[in-house]
């Protein structure tokens, strides 16, 4: 095979190995456009040649002013690969917690990364909540894939240079964290290794890093230590070309970290970060002495990089256009590099990475719009799409739309041969058609059961279908006068096969989100040169307020299936109402629902038929469940399922809607908590004043409560009064600046006879000192064994024993925790209930506080009712039910 052929292939092969080509194509953005300035930094990127990757074990553990100065100031390719995708955390800005959390957080990341200028990536390890030791951790987690899945980000990306955020021991603060630098360390060795994950060398090549250095700081070392030993740089500069310095540049990317309310304050000036050496080549003055970050990594390359500079010299601020033809240049370059055997799978990973490059600079320099966008934001398989395309070229500069390529989709509007004139749109129309076998849009990890530690991949994801006539058009398309034939063959070779593209298990590691439903390939001639730009399929819209606002194109079911509520307690045998609520996919769908029931449950009726002839239509049909006689007690799973034309379907439709995030479409399971308990409860009225936001509402009308859902201006102890308790939502004192003020009616609600429970309270960032009516001081106190062993400290309290008996039994089967932020020190005027500890610790016996306070009652309590709740854990409901019921 000649090398240009050859070389074209193993391009296109590492094109669908590496993780940028999804992390670029799969965000649902408005299409980029460039300042001139950010273009001319673009131009510079091209002559450096190096790679750095961050790892640590979370969202918002990276260092974002480091992040943006390798990125902006050094113009290093700069990941950061974060273990896990938050979801164990806590919400600080709605309800959804655990996966729903995940990808939350997993877009807070991408948010950032759009910001800072890194990449971001993922190994599959599930955040189970917090960990206190890295041996925990690794009971948990499943060492050695998550192991693999950080050396193939490491193969992929070839970094020069590892930086933990951690170090490998207790000082790191959370067993992930710990877990995250063993890690690395590890990783650091086994990527260079071909007997490791042997596995993955059909795709990549190993990979050895030049060093692995840790980034330190005053919160890791003692107070007065002497940091003269360590590498040193000055992340703290400022980019004229960005105007903005690197500390700026990180407060934007940091407070796009919402859900944990890391909003950031802006740093200028010296900012000295610290590197710990600990594997590798050591360096001495620079945290990339030694490696060679110059076209010179590639053989023949310093020619490349003189042309760079030319274009560099001779850049236009004012006309980008005029360097396309110095870009151009560079670009056919590569074609004149020597076809040796030195061209291995590094030299190929520069090629390949610096051709993206090229190309999106001509495009930036071209100021050629591209975008396409669907008429609908859902579609199901087989449904046609309805596709808008527009494109635009801004600049004086002769540009051919020469054809477009819907990749591997059938399309009833082809364009060839359009000239572009300067400022003009051009505009189309066409149609794909998802196929058989493509997967609802379900995030990729989401899609298989995983563990409690790690998520499921799975084994083949389907993008899109081959066929013979889309690689005659591409070869039409590609080129001028028969040139860069090796595409050409690639793109037949591929769609010869006349089967469905897929992303297997390995190509999906690390990928922040799925890939896109479909991608469109524009092809233009810019003079004689071939250029390709490639976009996602969107859905567009305009909202009066936000303005135009971009979405993913989703593929949903024929029929989603939700279940209204998150658990149906039982405490009698008394019928309840279950709504399901059916949402349609498609146009004309009709067919029958039941729940599927554990043994001893009853269900009326049957079955229920549907039929919704709109799309998106929703028809909400209602069950009556009851426990039957012979219904065992404690916690079971129900379940919805439709069927429409024979075929079956259990899942669901969340949508996750916030204005920092592209929308996000979840498909959960059609499941929820059955619980049959023994209960008795005492008052009725309950106010309920929400937090960061928790479904403890839901859960007390489950329970017979009626619940009033208070507002700030509602606070008053007049108005409180008609309340038998009154509950705060989690985080409410951190969420909440007016209980600042709203404080002494809290209390004088107390003073009067009231009842009032406050659920955990972070310790940083409280509105206010003091939020008992006596001194306590919240911590970081955690029991994170959810079934450790609780002993009773009070076992006469009422609030063990009335209206319910609360055994140790009522303390099983709690989910990730089961509590967190317990007070350290408190006043003696608070009882102590309850106490359990960790292994290896000393017990902690605030958990639950009560304090009497006048003629009513004070209790805060850390234990996690926010999760144990919605979750259907029996014991959960007893005991928040003696709480509300204290002193009646």
């Not at 390709?532 to 299936?561: C, F, H, I, M, N």
């Not at 063990?800 to 140790?808: M, S, V, W």
């Amino acid at each position: 095979m000649p090398f240009h052929r050859f070389r074209a292939a193993l391009l296109a092969l590492l094109l669908l190995a590496d993780s940028s080509f999804l992390v670029g194509a799969a965000r649902a953005q408005a299409p980029k456009t460039y300042t001139s300035s950010e273009i001319l930094l673009g131009l510079k990127k091209l002559n450096v040649l190096g790679s750095v990757l961050y790892l640590a074990a979370h969202p918002d553990d990276e260092n974002t002013r480091l992040i943006a100065y390798l990125a902006n100031g050094r113009l290093l390719e700069t990941g950061y690969l974060s273990c896990t995708r938050g979801d164990g955390g806590q919400n600080l800005i709605g309800p959804e917690l655990r996966e729903q959390l995940g990808v939350i957080r997993t877009q807070e990341l991408l948010a950032a990364r759009r910001i800072d200028g890194g990449r971001q990536f993922f190994t599959r390890a599930n955040d189970f909540g917090f960990s206190k030791t890295a041996e925990e951790t690794f009971t948990i987690w499943d060492k050695e894939q998550v192991l693999a899945d950080m050396v193939w980000v490491i193969r992929q990306r070839r970094p020069d240079v590892l930086i933990t955020r951690f170090p490998p021991d207790a000082r790191a603060g959370h067993g992930h964290h710990t877990a995250s630098a063993i890690l690395a360390a590890e990783a650091f060795d086994a990527a260079g290794d071909p007997k490791r994950f042997p596995e993955q060398l059909q795709y990549v090549q190993p990979w050895s890093p030049k060093r692995l250095v840790w980034n330190t700081g005053s919160f890791f070392v003692k107070a007065g230590e002497n940091m003269s030993g360590y590498l040193t740089l000055d992340a703290g500069g400022y980019n004229p070309l960005l105007g903005q310095s690197y500390g700026e540049i990180a407060a934007r990317s940091r407070s796009q970290h919402k859900s944990q309310g890391f909003g950031s304050a802006a740093t200028r000036g010296e900012a000295l970060e610290y590197f710990q050496f600990v594997k590798g080549d050591k360096a001495t003055k620079d945290l990339f002495e030694g490696v060679d970050q110059t076209w010179n990594r590639v053989p023949g390359g310093a020619a490349v990089g003189k042309l760079i500079e030319e274009v560099i010299r001779k850049y236009d601020a004012s006309n980008p256009s005029a360097s396309v033809a110095g870009l151009v240049a560079v670009k056919n370059e590569f074609g004149s590099l020597p076809s040796n055997l030195n061209y291995t799978y590094h030299k190929l990973f520069w090629l390949r990475q610096k051709e993206q490059e090229i190309d999106a600079l001509i495009q930036a320099c071209l100021g050629l719009y591209v975008e396409a966008v669907a008429v609908e934001p859902t579609a199901t398989t087989g449904q046609q799409i309805e596709i808008n395309w527009q494109v635009m070229n801004s600049s004086d500069a002769q540009v051919t739309l020469r054809g477009i390529w819907p990749a591997d989709y059938a399309t009833t509007d082809t364009i060839t041969n359009r000239m572009l004139a300067q400022g003009k749109v051009l505009t189309g129309k066409m149609r794909i058609t998802p196929v058989d076998g493509m997967k609802n849009s379900q995030p990729y990890w989401l899609i298989s059961q995983g563990s409690v530690g790690m998520y499921s991949i799975p084994k083949e994801y389907t993008l899109f279908q081959g066929g013979l006539k889309h690689s005659k058009l591409i070869g039409s398309a590609l080129g001028v006068d028969g040139r860069r034939t090796g595409y050409k063959d690639y793109y037949a070779q591929a769609d010869l096969k006349k089967s469905r593209m897929m992303f297997d298990e390995q190509k999906l590691v690390g990928h922040p989100e799925n890939p896109p439903v479909a991608d469109i390939h524009f092809h233009f001639l810019i003079g004689r040169e071939f250029l390709q730009v490639t976009v996602p399929v969107q859905y567009k819209s305009t909202d009066p307020v936000e303005g135009e606002k971009y979405r993913p194109l989703t593929v949903v079911p024929p029929v989603a299936v939700n279940i209204g509520g998150h658990a149906y307690v039982f405490a009698d045998n008394q019928p309840k109402t279950v709504p399901v609520t059916l949402r349609a996919g498609k146009a004309g769908v009709k067919g029958s629902v039941v729940l599927v029931l554990p043994a001893g449950w009853l269900a009326e009726p049957a079955a229920i038929p549907f039929d919704m002839a709109a799309k998106d239509a929703e028809q909400t049909v209602q069950f009556r469940v009851r426990p039957g006689p012979n219904a065992a007690a404690g916690k079971a799973d129900l379940r919805a399922t439709a069927t429409v034309d024979g075929q079956a379907y259990s899942r669901g439709y969340q949508v996750i809607q916030y204005n920092h995030i592209p929308t996000q479409t979840l498909f959960p399971e059609a499941v929820a908590p059955l619980v049959k308990l023994d209960l008795k409860r005492k008052g009725q009225q309950i106010g309920y004043l929400m937090g960061a936001g928790d479904d403890v509402p839901d859960a007390l009308r489950q329970l017979g409560y009626a619940v009033t859902l208070l507002k700030p201006e509602d606070i008053s102890a007049d108005n409180l009064r008609r309340f038998d308790a009154v509950v705060l939502g989690i985080r409410a004192y951190n969420t909440l600046d007016r209980l600042k003020t709203l404080q002494p009616d809290l209390l004088q609600y107390v003073e009067n006879g009231g009842n009032l429970i406050v659920q955990y309270t972070v310790s940083r960032g409280t509105v206010l000192p003091e939020i008992g009516p006596y001194p306590l001081k919240l911590s970081t106190d955690r029991v994170t064994v959810e079934n450790a062993p609780v002993t009773f400290l009070k076992p006469g309290h009422p609030l063990l024993n009335t209206p319910n008996k609360i055994t140790a039994q009522d303390f099983e089967g709690w989910q990730q925790e089961q509590g967190l932020y317990y007070p350290s020190t408190w006043d003696p005027r608070y009882q102590t209930i309850i106490s359990s500890q960790d292994p290896g610790e000393k017990p902690k016996e605030s958990a639950i506080l009560v304090a009497d306070y006048g003629k009513g009652h004070y209790i805060y309590t850390g234990l996690s009712f926010f999760r144990e709740l919605p979750a259907g854990v029996p014991g959960a409901y007893r005991l928040l039910t003696n709480m509300v019921s204290l002193g009646k």
